[in-house]
């Protein structure tokens, strides 16, 4: 069953399949308060006009592990972040959307570098590098990938 | 105030460049141990299911490196004087908004439950300074360790860019910084400061100093006085920390010092070089002389800066 989730094998040139982020209000919030960053702009959008911004934006953190999240759910729970480096742009502000995407760059054995957008209405939130180590089907015990 | 990163010498950042090298954080200790709890809660909001990071040997999604190290809103434990000072000094030039635009992490080893990290961080690098679409900043780059019992778990390279907004409306619409009073018996200060020297009054009847510039002496009546040039260091005797009321040219909170010169008057002025919560009685200062600009036209202020070391 696990190794139905985690069939992607990293192949370079590789497209990954979208993932759309709606960018709620509550997203940024919470992905702010999970990740311990209480700047007033992350969740006060009053605070956050007087600094100069339209209105509250998701924090580098949430970025971050959406990004994680992206290369994980694509490859499944036994692949193994290595690296994870990204650049901001564009902020995330409540009711946009964020469009993920990703292509393996290069594969050396088990790992692959993949380079990975997210792009929303103004531009480009995020860009990107991950390393991720994808173990072989056969290295992976069973209970391990499907528990 | 955000006229100062916009305009002539970067001599800011040639003092912020000072800091690069020098340690951001020293044996930070995260608040928590890894835990399940934080996992899920990160997980909920990422909305991340996978199976790696729940249930007996879960791992902490890499990603959420940085969190087991963040202060909350209990402040930054480990977080030396040296990164205080220079997010002090950018706070002070205008440089009050911060955003985060790189992060780059490395995970040699998982963080599971139970582990509990420490964490070192030095200042890398500062840049020259940069407008953006934002405003006009520096960005700081700074690189912790991040360890469990002494084993590297992971490196976070980080970078911020601190910055002076750019809007030109409220530019134009901040309120003229006051203008000293100037008349016949204060004039010969104001000349002084403009040539970047401090001058206190002297009695020529009894020789004791005055300030600030009066018509007579205070202690022996003589209309008569002369002038010694002070010799800028001095020691902060007083101060207050300004919250409330906000007054339109200043951002609160700052600290207003009353120092004591080495020659033994007392002046009120601001005292620069440290964040106003880190202002203290006695703290060494030197005098600065600081320009100022606005549709008003240019303004010379003596203020005080901290002694390095001290602070």
């Known amino acids: 069953m696990g190794s139905e989730t985690r069939a992607h094998r990293p192949v370079a040139g590789a497209e990954l399949p979208p993932l759309e982020i709606p960018i709620t209000r509550t997203l940024i919030v919470a992905g702010a308060i999970a990740s311990r960053d209480y700047q007033d702009v992350h969740h006060d959008a009053e605070l956050a006009r007087q600094k100069g911004s339209p209105d509250v934006f998701m924090n580098i953190l949430t970025t971050n592990g959406l990004v994680g999240r992206y290369i994980t759910d694509h490859f499944g729970p036994s692949a193994v972040l290595r690296k994870v480096a990204i650049r901001l742009g564009a902020p995330n502000y409540p009711g946009d959307t964020m469009v993920l995407t990703g292509r393996v760059e290069e594969v050396d054995g088990d790992t692959a570098t993949v380079r990975v957008v997210g792009a929303n209405a103004i531009g480009r939130h995020v860009t990107g590098t991950v390393t991720v180590s994808v173990p072989a089907p056969s290295a992976v015990s069973d209970g391990e990938a499907a528990s | ?311």
């Open chain 2, 1 to 311: 105030m955000s006229a100062e990163v916009s305009e002539g010498v970067d001599e800011l950042g040639a003092r912020l460049k000072a800091y690069e090298g020098r340690a951001a954080a020293v044996a930070g200790v995260g608040k928590d141990p890894v835990n399940a709890p934080m996992i899920r809660h990160w997980c909920e909001a990422m909305g991340d299911t996978s199976k790696a990071y729940r249930g007996p040997g879960a791992i902490a999604p890499p990603t959420m490196l940085q969190v087991w190290t963040m202060g909350g809103l209990s402040g930054h434990e480990g977080r030396t004087d040296a990164y205080d000072e220079l997010l002090g000094l950018l706070d002070e030039s205008g440089c009050t908004s911060v955003v985060a635009t790189d992060c780059e992490q490395e995970y040699p080893r998982p963080l599971r439950p139970g582990d509990e990290v420490t964490f070192d961080a030095v200042i890398e690098s500062v840049s020259d300074r940069k407008t953006t679409k934002l405003g006009t900043g520096y960005f700081v780059t700074t690189r912790m360790d991040v360890r469990v019992g002494g084993e590297l778990a992971g490196t976070h390279r980080f970078r911020i860019l601190k910055y002076a907004p750019a809007r030109r409306k409220s530019q134009a619409e901040r309120p003229r910084r006051p203008r000293p009073v100037v008349n016949r018996d204060t004039a010969g200060f104001w000349e002084g400061v403009a040539q970047h020297r401090l001058l206190i009054q002297r009695c020529t009847g009894c020789g004791t100093l005055r300030h600030p510039w009066l018509p007579g002496c205070n202690a022996c009546g003589c209309l008569d006085w002369d002038t010694v040039e002070a010799s800028g260091e001095g020691t902060v005797y007083s101060y207050v920390v300004m919250h409330h009321p906000p007054f339109p040219a200043f951002e609160p909170p700052y600290a207003v010092g009353l120092i004591e010169l080495a020659e033994g008057v007392r002046m009120v002025s601001n005292v620069v070089g440290v964040p106003y919560d880190k202002v203290r009685i006695g703290l060494p200062v030197r005098v600065e002389f600081r320009g100022y600009e606005d549709e008003e036209g240019a303004l010379v202020l003596p203020v005080f800066r901290v002694v390095e070391g001290e602070g």
